[in-house]
């Protein structure tokens, strides 16, 4: 079964599409799209790192991700700039970075389009394995954390005065964001990874009416996402993570549309 | 005055300083259980600072804080803003840090006025509606140190009175601690045990009756309020004539 392409396309896909969810709806509700696009974009530096120092790609790409989650918190605490233009620095001067190691590596050839927008076609049994294994460990911790995170994310002075540790919580929440984009590089790509955690998560809110069923409902849209821009993909000869990404847009555009429609009746 | 031991929360010559300006200073306070303790000032005069030191939520920049171990705490802040993307229904909401069964949040939620709403959207709620919510939600943790911001802002003239009533009564019922913010100072007098007047550092402090009469308080808030309150707390045994004498 893992031996046609298609099939393997379909199988990692699906594994990012279940654990990007949840983890796409904390991103909504922190209001940190931004964030997100952030550390997917640092993810190029990261594939410049590995094939400078000759480590696996996915590894580099998670620790270049979590310095830059600190980076951004550390410059937080001592700058007057706001959240945003601090992240616009950091986001477009590590794919800067990125570009300009790889342009100095003129022994490897690598496919600088399949980094930016994902090459889910090209996907092998090993990612598929450091997708699922990676995935279900996230998933795993999110459930040990997800009452606490939650509370977190409603309001970080009530759950820091009634005994919760929101610096914990945040830095869990860091750590996996940066796992997630990690191992969903290769699916869409950095420039397309936070398109992948938040639409489906924003297509979900109107039709949930707690946390859990938001999560669960963005991950089902996520699947369905992939099912169709994969096939979409096949059908139309066009490329895989561009279609994904298009398909959920297709799909959130239905369920405001949707929306619309009630609110009107 | 200063009673150190049994104290649910202390602060020693507290301060919290921000770009080299200080933004309180020098608070030395405690809360005991089953005191109510009234932090009152104008704007910008460190009340919600000095109460976030109180919570553990600000570290201070000079002076010490001292909490009972394992302190179970109850907190409603000035403000709340939950985004829109957020499903939480007032349910889940009472619930948020502390499993809290059904029939608590029911109770809790009666105790406010606003049963009616625990299966509402959070962000459907108006911020009256939502300021009891934060307060039965507090209340249903029965903390042993409650702590209110502001609790009645935008809560209309009826509820108001109700939220101040329950407060009282949460006190004796639970025998906590409560520290309260509060603008309303006619309400906060006739609760109240000690006052603490607040301008950036303590202006005054101890009962109602002491600290209105005092002439920082009347610096503080001027000649005419502090008149009205000394009015309202010394009724029994005097009385004011108009032309401002004083009849025994």
């Known amino acids: 079964m893992l031996d046609d392409f298609f099939m393997r396309s379909i199988i990692g896909g699906v594994g990012v599409a279940t654990v990007v969810g949840p983890l796409g709806c904390f991103v909504v509700w922190r209001r940190?799209?931004?964030?997100?696009?952030?550390?997917?974009?640092?993810?190029?530096?990261?594939?410049?790192?590995?094939?400078?120092?000759?480590?696996?790609?996915?590894?580099?790409?998670?620790?270049?991700?979590?310095?830059?989650?600190f980076a951004l918190l550390f410059l937080q605490k001592g700058q007057k700039l706001s959240s945003d233009t601090l992240l616009g620095i950091l986001a477009h001067s590590t794919i800067a970075l990125g570009l300009i190691a790889l342009s100095f590596m003129t022994w490897v050839r690598v496919d600088l389009m399949g980094f930016l927008f994902g090459d889910i076609l090209s996907i092998t049994k090993q990612d598929i394995l450091i997708i699922w294994v990676g995935g279900l460990l996230v998933l795993f911790c999110l459930i040990l954390v997800w009452k606490k995170l939650f509370a977190t994310t409603v309001s970080p002075e009530i759950a820091e005065a009634e005994g919760l540790n929101p610096q914990r919580s945040n830095f869990f929440f860091m750590i996996m964001l940066a796992l997630v984009i990690a191992i969903s590089m290769k699916i869409v790509g950095v420039m397309l990874l936070t398109a992948l955690l938040i639409i489906p998560a924003a297509s979900a809110r109107h039709f949930s009416t707690s946390?859990?069923?938001?999560?669960?409902?963005?991950?089902?849209?996520?699947?369905?996402?992939?099912?169709?821009?994969?096939?979409?993909?096949?059908?139309?000869?066009?490329?895989?993570g561009p279609s994904i990404i298009v398909a959920s847009l297709i799909l959130f555009l239905t369920t405001i549309s949707k929306n619309l429609i009630f609110k009107n009746s | 005055m200063l009673r150190k031991e049994n104290a649910l929360i202390t602060l020693t010559n507290a301060g919290v300083r921000r770009d080299r300006k200080w933004l309180v200073r020098g608070i030395t306070m405690s809360v005991h259980s089953g005191e109510?303790?009234?932090?009152?000032?104008?704007?910008?005069?460190?009340?919600?600072?000095?109460?976030?030191?109180?919570?553990?939520?600000?570290?201070?920049?000079?002076?010490?804080?001292?909490?009972?171990?394992?302190?179970?705490?109850?907190?409603?802040?000035?403000k709340?803003?939950?985004d829109w993307t957020v499903p939480i229904?007032?349910?889940?909401?009472?619930?948020?840090?502390n499993k809290i069964s059904d029939k608590e949040i029911e109770f809790a939620l009666s105790l406010t006025n606003t049963s009616h709403l625990s299966n509402k959207e959070v962000r459907m709620l108006s911020g009256g509606e939502l300021q009891r919510v934060m307060v039965a939600r507090a209340i249903a943790l029965s903390p042993e140190f409650l702590v209110l911001d502001e609790p009645v802002q935008g809560v209309d003239y009826k509820g108001e009175d109700a939220i101040y009533n329950l407060i009282e009564e949460t006190r004796t019922k639970l025998n906590c601690g409560i520290l309260l913010i509060s603008h309303d100072l006619h309400m906060v007098m006739s609760t109240t045990d000690k006052v603490i007047c607040l301008n950036g550092h303590i202006c005054c402090s101890g009962t109602p009756g002491v600290v209105t009469t005092s002439p920082e308080f009347k610096d503080l808030f001027g000649e005419r309020m502090a008149t009205n309150l000394a009015i309202y707390q010394h009724n029994h045994d005097h009385e004011h004539l108009i032309d401002g004498s004083i009849k025994k």
Do not use: C
């Open chain 2, 89 to 97: 229904k007032v349910k889940r909401f009472i619930s948020l840090t």
């Open chain 1, 32 to 69: 940190l799209a931004y964030f997100g696009d952030t550390l997917s974009h640092s993810a190029l530096l990261g594939v410049a790192l590995a094939l400078l120092l000759q480590i696996n790609i996915t590894l580099s790409v998670f620790i270049t991700s979590v310095f830059v989650a």
């Open chain 2, 36 to 78: 109510i303790v009234t932090l009152i000032g104008p704007n910008g005069s460190g009340k919600t600072t000095t109460a976030k030191m109180a919570l553990g939520l600000l570290g201070v920049n000079e002076g010490t804080t001292g909490r009972k171990k394992n302190l179970r705490i109850g907190y409603v802040p000035q």
């Open chain 2, 80 to 82: 709340l803003q939950i």
């Open chain 1, 211 to 240: 946390p859990e069923q938001m999560a669960i409902i963005s991950i089902l849209f996520g699947i369905s996402s992939v099912l169709f821009g994969l096939f979409g993909s096949l059908e139309f000869d066009i490329p895989a």
